[in-house]
């Protein structure tokens, strides 16, 4: 697998043009711009933050739409949408949030969506008094957490933590044959165990931390998610991704038996690291 270094403790920046396609890799960036959105996920990509930053504009609203689109091909049950430091003094954008929020709403996935910022502010005011079906609107960042995490369900979420030893691979792929036991889902044991034996190699061989493995239940499919403390992203070049077709029954191709297997996976930057993920269906 190819990896690329990237300075840590910087926010994710997603720029228009940026192809919509599996992998879905949301990397780190070494600079700050006057506007843009900043993208980060907890360890199992249950609740994703995406904060929109600077004045508005068109060309910030594509930023944010590019991002969403990402976010929407992942694992995630809930977006905290982090308006508290949009520069918008006469609500300007509402129509743009009230199209993203339904978009969330009404996906083949449904996903919770909550806006943060203050009250005091002329966009807030006009998405909490809109007619109509209106979204959540908290003051805060913490709040949205809070409410998040009280109507969050675990009953379709299993997740363990694994020291960086070999014989933690077995442990993930025993989640994954736990997950589809639970779930009644046998016919997708071989692809994800699979897919759960590359990522949490990987994270074994290069990452050398502890890791997190997520298994979720996503309508007919499975979201699996590793977790670990570096901040190095993968990258694969497009011909390691094109080249000859993996062999399903052996381990070690890397992510491109993750690519041929999964029906999408990528990458986002976390508080203190990264998680790769994938769709199994």
Not at 11 to 23: D, M, Q, Y
Not at 151 to 177: G, H
Not at 225 to 237: E, K, L, N, Q
Request: charged share 20%; net charge positive; hydrophobic share 45%.
């Amino acid at each position: 697998m190819a990896i690329e270094d990237r300075p840590k403790n910087y926010s994710s920046t997603v720029r228009p043009g940026l192809p919509l396609e599996s992998p879905y890799l949301l990397t780190a960036v070494t600079e700050r711009l006057d506007a843009g959105v900043a993208v980060t996920g907890d360890p199992g990509l249950a609740v994703i933050e995406v904060a929109a930053f600077g004045r508005w504009s068109p060309q910030l609203g594509e930023q944010v739409s590019a991002a969403l689109r990402m976010c929407l091909a992942g694992p995630s049950a809930s977006i905290i949408v982090d308006l508290t430091g949009l520069e918008d003094p006469t609500g300007a954008s509402l129509s743009f949030w009230l199209a993203l929020w339904r978009q969330a709403r009404f996906g083949a996935e449904a996903v919770h969506l909550a806006f943060c910022l203050p009250a005091t502010t002329a966009l807030s005011r006009r998405l909490r008094n809109h007619q109509g079906p209106q979204p959540r609107v908290l003051d805060t960042v913490a709040a949205a957490r809070m409410a998040i995490a009280d109507r969050m369900s675990r009953a379709d979420r299993l997740q363990t933590r694994l020291d960086p030893q070999p014989v933690s691979i077995r442990a993930a792929r025993n989640l994954v044959m736990q997950a589809c036991h639970a779930w009644h889902l046998p016919g997708l044991l071989e692809d994800t165990w699979l897919v759960v034996s590359e990522l949490a190699a990987n994270a074994v061989e290069h990452a050398c931390t502890d890791f997190i493995v997520t298994v979720a239940r996503g309508g007919t499919g499975l979201h699996v998610a590793i977790h670990d403390c570096v901040s190095r992203f993968p990258r694969p070049s497009g011909s390691e991704l094109a080249g000859p077709q993996a062999s399903l029954g052996e381990r070690g191709r890397g992510l491109r038996l993750v690519h041929t297997v999964a029906a999408a996976w990528g990458a986002m930057p976390t508080r203190n690291g990264k998680v790769v993920w994938a769709t199994v269906m």
